[in-house]
């Protein structure tokens, strides 16, 4: 039996000790164990004896131990002398900050804020850990302008109660525009506080109330990142940066600061340019980038510094939309007519006129409608009053030009530089253009006409020339062939005298040779000829003579029958054929004696004419009987 209680000794331990400490202990020595991660907050019964038996006025939180909930709390640990019949003791976990966050305080307990104030000012208390030295040192009721950070804090939650809230982030290309929840009074004409310096971005917003600022709107903003800060304090509202595009620039109209001195000088008497920080236009406009403007406080001007174009158009409206009211003009001619005209108008802000253009109008829209539509508009009518119509329209260059100089010349006068103007679409009316068409018709009917007659005249030129053209093939052909021809015909000659040179040559050797040999034959021959031909002279004269005296003594035509029937008789002419048909008849030889009659006619015919017209030369005549002779 005692083995058994002994081996059950270390618990039978522990309940006497929790015994002892509930009963003995506890009851006796007003023992308290506070865990270590716990605190004990306090709360006490009654006050038998002492000064300080209840709390007075509105106050709830005991100080100087009055009976109620006490500002001291039990750290982690043994505390004595607080017997359970007197104090009651409440275990409570500690006060935990995550990280990216904050912890709003609000005490139940202080004095009363000053009158406008809603925050309670910060108070040294060890991060409101100090109970005690908050309430004694001055801490106020309410919500408090101070608050913890991320970390572990033991916090008398019967005197203050804690808010968790996540720490104010600014994105990038955005800007945290600031307004106040406490602080004095703004002054009078003042729309937002004044700067002040020293509170760390608003993240030390009691440093912000020493240094006076003030309830409200704030000029000052904050830039991307992440904030501390209390929104019992202030409020945050984040937009985007202010952007400057290229070919612009921004000028800054500030609606708080100070009234800043003109810096425009005497000449320019139209409104006020300040410096930087100051109320007003300022004088120095900013470039092209991201600007953390507070849109509240300041207004930026976009003035664009490139050439801008406008359009008096209801067609056509530039991506600036500055011209977007702006409409085609109409006019009134001199002869009554009323037309529309389209207008384009090119100017040029210089950066430096820049802020007195927005000082003098507001805005680029007021100088668009209060100086360029009426200027533009009451030129170009002024103008149409001048002239009719078609003069008009047949000036229109001379009409720009004059244009361009006079707008430029006003446009001066209000820091603007007219570049060019432009006249576009021109709308006569329609009865005029009716009329214009129908001229123009007939006026291109006729050059039609004179052009159609070109036409065929050049066509008939054309078709001519066509069949010269076609024919000259055959021409050019008819040439070639005759000079082809040519060469052919000149090649022959030439080869036929090249050839005829050839028997030349052969011949004269040939004759030459033969010349040779025939001298030699020649001369043995002429020796005997001449032997010869002297006696056939002789007696061919003799022969002559003697037909000579015949035909003087018979006639010629009795000569001539004389010598053909002595030939006959000779035999020398064949009078009768050599085959003869005879076809009969009596006593007679019929067409035989006929025929012979008709042939001896015939040649005695011949012989008579052949007499009559031809004298016969001795040396014939004596040639003839040499050679019958030489026959016989």
């Known amino acids: 039996m005692v083995t058994q209680i002994l081996a059950y000794w270390p618990w039978m331990l522990l309940v006497v000790a929790v ?55 039990l750290s982690p640990g043994l505390h004595w002398w607080m017997w359970p019949w007197q104090y009651n003791i409440d275990m409570h976990g500690f006060v935990v900050i995550p990280e990216g966050h904050i912890g709003l305080v609000s005490s139940k307990d202080g004095t009363v804020p000053q009158t406008g104030r809603i925050l309670g000012r910060r108070v040294e208390c060890e991060n409101f850990q100090d109970s005690v030295t908050f309430l004694t040192n001055g801490g106020q009721k309410g919500r408090q302008s101070s608050f913890i950070t991320n970390g572990v804090y033991k916090i008398n939650t019967h005197l203050f109660e804690v808010s968790i809230v996540k720490q104010a982030t600014i994105q990038e290309n ?276 004179e052009t159609q007659k070109k036409a065929a005249i050049s066509r008939q030129t054309y078709e001519k020339e066509t069949a010269i053209a076609d024919m000259q093939g055959e021409v050019v052909k008819a040439d070639q062939g005759v000079q082809i021809a040519e060469r052919h015909a000149d090649a022959s000659v030439k080869k036929a005298k090249g050839d005829a040179d050839s028997v030349k040559i052969a011949a004269e050797a040939s004759a030459e040779s033969t010349k040779l040999k025939a001298e030699a034959d020649a001369t043995r021959t002429s020796l005997i000829g001449n032997a010869e031909a002297e006696a056939i002279l002789s007696k061919g004269k003799s022969t002559a003579e003697a037909y000579r005296l015949a035909v003087d003594a018979m006639g010629q035509d009795n000569f001539t029958t004389y010598k053909v029937t002595e030939e006959i008789g000779k035999g020398n002419v064949k009078i009768m054929p050599d085959l003869l048909i005879n076809g009969g008849g009596q006593g007679g030889n019929g067409s035989l004696d006929g025929l012979l009659g008709v042939q001896i006619m015939n040649m005695m015919g011949k012989g008579f004419k052949n007499l009559e017209t031809t004298e016969i030369p001795a040396e014939v005549v004596v040639t003839t009987t040499e050679d019958k002779k030489g026959k016989k």
């Open 19 to 73: 015994l002892m400490y509930k009963f003995i202990f506890r009851v006796f020595f007003g023992l308290v164990i506070v865990p270590e991660n716990k605190i004990g907050l306090v709360t006490k019964k009654f006050v038998l004896f002492g000064e300080h038996k209840e709390l007075t006025g509105d106050r709830i939180i005991a100080v100087n131990g009055e009976a109620g909930l006490q500002a001291k709390m």
């Open 174 to 449: 955005m800007v945290g525009i600031i307004t106040s929840l406490d602080g004095d009074p703004l002054e009078n004409g003042q729309i937002a506080g004044k700067n002040v310096e020293g509170h760390n971005n608003f993240q030390d917003f009691d440093m912000f109330l020493e240094k006076g600022g003030n309830r409200g709107l704030q000029q000052q903003t904050i830039l991307a990142g992440t904030y501390n800060l209390n929104p019992w304090a202030v409020q945050v509202e984040e937009v985007q940066m202010t952007e400057i595009p290229i070919g612009h620039v921004g000028v800054v109209i500030s609606f708080v600061g100070e009234d800043g001195v003109d810096v425009t000088g005497v000449n320019f008497k139209h409104g006020n340019l300040v410096g930087k920080g100051q109320k007003g236009v300022w004088a120095e406009p900013f470039g092209p980038g991201k600007y953390p403007i507070n849109k509240y406080t300041n207004k930026i001007e976009l003035v664009p510094t490139t050439n801008l174009v406008l359009n008096w158009a209801n067609a056509r409206t530039e991506s600036h939309n500055l011209d977007k009211g702006l409409n085609t003009i109409t006019v009134r001619s001199k002869d009554g007519f009323p037309f529309n005209l389209d207008v384009s108008q090119i100017i040029h802000i210089p950066m430096t006129e820049a802020p007195k253009v927005i000082a003098r109008f507001g805005n680029m829209n007021n100088l668009v409608s209060q100086v360029l539509e009426p200027t533009i508009g009451n030129y170009f009518r002024n103008s149409a009053q001048d002239s009719d119509v078609i003069a008009f329209l047949t000036t229109r260059k001379e009409r720009q030009d004059s244009a361009k100089m006079h707008i430029s010349k006003v446009l001066d006068e209000y820091n603007v530089h007219a570049v060019d103007t432009l006249i576009g679409d021109i709308v006569p009316p329609q009865e005029l253009m009716k009329t214009l068409t129908d001229r123009k018709i007939a006026q291109e009917q006729e050059v039609t006409f």
